[in-house]
């Protein structure tokens, strides 16, 4: 399959898929139709594969998907308990990475400048937590 050619080498392909079979299985019954089931799967596949820009095109192209529409109608009108898939997914989280004695790093990349110059929206903007602010 496409999207996991170009995860990693062929050891954490497995180790990878494995446990994205496991989350997959956690969260699978909370989407209504099976074609929704099977996009998610791929849907994570490519959320967590080293595409470089994870937007509606790429990660479409990396599931397999000729247009994005798909991974579109997923997110926008599919029918599944998104509170229930959060909660879900923050409790897997925290069974992985969690201890009790050490935090788990949450990088929220909407703080990040944004640096392009060519689409609508990615002129520089003030986002609350840069250091120097545009007015």
């Known amino acids: 399959m496409v999207a996991q ?4 080498g062929s050891a954490t392909v497995v180790g990878r898929s494995e446990s994205l079979g496991d989350l ?3 969260i699978a019954h909370r989407f209504a139709r099976s074609e929704a089931r099977e ?4 849907y994570l596949a490519g959320l967590l594969g080293k595409i470089e820009h994870k937007n509606g095109w790429q990660l479409s192209e990396a599931t397999g998907e000729r ?6 109608r997923l997110l926008n009108s599919a029918e599944w ?5 959060r ?5 897997y989280v925290l069974e992985h990475l969690a201890d009790g004695e050490t935090g ?3 990088v929220d990349e909407t703080g990040f400048l944004k640096k392009g110059e060519k ?9 609350g937590t840069a250091e120097d602010r545009v007015n």
């Open 67 to 72: 247009y994005p529409q798909g991974v579109q």
């Open 119 to 127: 689409s609508v929206g990615v002129a520089r903007q003030y986002t």
């Open 5 to 8: 050619e170009g995860i990693a």
């Open 81 to 85: 308990d998104t509170d229930a898939v």
């Open 104 to 106: 788990i790093l949450v």
């Open 87 to 91: 909660d879900e997914l923050g409790k």
């Open 24 to 26: 997959h299985a956690r």
């Open 39 to 42: 996009r998610v799967r791929r």
